[in-house]
């Protein structure tokens, strides 16, 4: 079942992106697409900030979900995915070919949408903030505002965590900006974004519901997005090790809680049935088709075959050595992640099972996580949910967290990486034991991948395992797709240039060293 808060998403904020010097004004988009009403207009009781705040979700939805053609740069897939090293890209693959072979410069426009995107949806939520904050006693109760306030700032923490991953050095705009004359400021410190964001979330602990959420932001999702930032503050560039610890506190307060727990079938996860289950510690709403809130699970990761007939037209194949590290006699997140069939010629829910049904050559293999009904009429359009962090994520995180520590053990190996290979279906054979610290960073990286592909973590997991040249240059796929980064890739190329649009638009930003 849908979650009651799409039922807002019909109406939300529109704030004009501030750094393509389009209108400024601050307006409210209501149900009727030509009707206006002011911020002061809205704001003035309860029911106006809850509909103020949805536009804070829908900003997020529009910006790091893996949403249809209302989002030209999805930051899941663009950063997440696509430059990494769960799948290639052929030629045919337009920009996202140029994002996968490291070939993006200040002027590829995929790059400059991103921005432009990240920071509009940015602009809207610290209008979500500042305003909501603002409201008087007799406009709304202080604990609903402080609630909704908290809610915000963490939506706020994950598009600064977008933008301070994908270009490292970025301007840190901590209030809305309504004015032009605002739009040349100076690039932050990576450590100092990073702080703002561990701020945000801590200020915003105290006053968010314990529930599971329905879609809705939560003390779990909090600790866990604290935790990864945390962890994320381990690596590169700032490698502050200091922050193993804290990582830990905020992860096991999530796993202490009560609320989240793995579903027993790794399959079922990623059901329309499931999108919030027990699992999902936070999930970014999606709905489809024809509901202009639809996504590009299920098809874009969907196998060949048309849409209708629970395929994708998917413009990206399976990277060889991401199949290769599954079990694949026996882990089930194989089947479940790997498209082997031809949508047209196969039922999708027998496929899983029927190996005679596995006819697609290697070098075209697909990704298939979310299984598509057959018949449907997604295309652009899926329903399936984002899920942005998940439950088997936390138990993944919690063991780095020790391990970086050099604390892990194997009972804590039992409790996190061994229940999700349990759950996978492997053997006894199959689990994993306590090794050396390098020998288990080693084995939680693997693992990540293959429990979360595809969910938007890959690139920056390897950045910070300090894995990410060695996995991008490695990529020697060849066959039907656009080349490999292998022959492209330099060290620089960890982080994203800043467009060449926006340098002309701000004299005072300077560009990431060797772009």
Not at 113 to 126: C, D, F, G, P, T
Not at 165 to 182: H, M
Not at 326 to 344: G, Q, T
Request: proline letters at 6%.
């Amino acid at each position: 079942m849908k979650k009651d808060r799409k039922n807002y998403l019909k109406a939300f904020i529109l704030l004009g992106a501030i750094i393509t010097l389009s209108s400024c004004s601050d307006t409210f988009l209501s149900e009727d697409p030509d009707t206006f009403v002011s911020p002061p207009l809205l704001l003035v009781n309860k029911e106006g900030a809850q509909t103020y705040l949805n536009g804070a979700y829908d900003a997020v939805q529009q910006s790091i979900a893996p949403t249809g053609g209302s989002n030209p740069a999805p930051w899941s897939i663009y950063w997440g995915t696509t430059a990494a090293d769960e799948v290639v890209f052929p030629n045919w693959g337009g920009e996202r070919k140029l994002i996968y072979l490291h070939q993006v410069t200040p002027t590829t426009g995929a790059i400059n949408q991103a921005w432009v995107k990240y920071y509009e949806s940015l602009n809207r939520i610290n209008s979500v903030v500042d305003r909501i904050d603002a409201m008087s006693p007799d406009q709304i109760e202080s604990d609903l505002k402080n609630q909704y306030v908290a809610e915000a700032k963490f939506l706020r923490t994950t598009l600064n965590f977008a933008l301070v991953s994908s270009w490292e050095n970025v301007p840190l705009l901590k209030n809305e900006v309504t004015s032009l004359d605002d739009i040349n400021v100076t690039q932050a410190a990576p450590s100092e974004v990073y702080d703002f964001m561990v701020s945000d979330l801590i200020s915003a602990l105290p006053y968010l519901p314990t529930e599971q959420g329905g879609g809705r932001v939560t003390t779990g999702a909090a600790n866990a997005l604290l935790g990864k930032i945390y962890l994320q503050m381990t690596g590169f560039p700032l490698n502050q090790t200091d922050k193993f610890p804290l990582a830990e506190q905020a992860l096991k307060k999530v796993m202490d809680s009560g609320v989240y727990e793995l579903l027993p079938d790794y399959a079922t996860v990623f059901d329309l049935d499931n999108e919030q289950s027990q699992e999902m510690v936070f999930s970014i709403s999606l709905d489809g088709p024809a509901l202009g809130e639809g996504g590009i699970l299920g098809f874009f990761f969907g196998p060949q075959g048309s849409v209708q007939n629970g395929g994708g037209w998917g413009t990206c194949h399976i990277n060889h050595s991401f199949a290769d590290s599954y079990d694949i006699e026996n882990d089930v997140r194989m089947i479940n992640n790997i498209a082997r069939h031809n949508a047209n010629n196969t039922d999708p829910e027998t496929a899983v099972t029927d190996p005679a049904s596995w006819t697609v050559a290697k070098n075209t293999w697909r990704g298939w996580k979310w299984h598509a009904e057959s018949p449907n009429g997604y295309a652009n359009d899926s329903p399936f949910d984002y899920p942005y962090i998940r439950y088997a994520d936390v138990l993944l995180l919690y063991a780095e967290a020790l391990n970086g520590q050099n604390k892990l053990t194997q009972g804590v190996i039992d409790n996190t990486v061994n229940r999700l290979r349990t759950r996978a279906g492997l053997t006894a054979a199959d689990m994993m034991v306590l090794g050396s610290q390098e020998d288990n960073a080693t084995e939680l990286l693997s693992e990540r991948r293959k429990e979360l592909c595809f969910e938007g973590w890959r690139r920056n997991d390897l950045i910070r395992f300090g894995k990410y040249a060695e996995s991008i240059s490695g990529i020697t796929q060849g066959g039907p797709n656009a080349g490999d980064p292998i022959t492209q890739y330099e060290d620089f190329e960890i982080r994203w240039p800043i467009p060449d649009a926006q340098m002309q638009l701000n004299p005072n930003l300077v560009q990431n060293p060797g772009y």
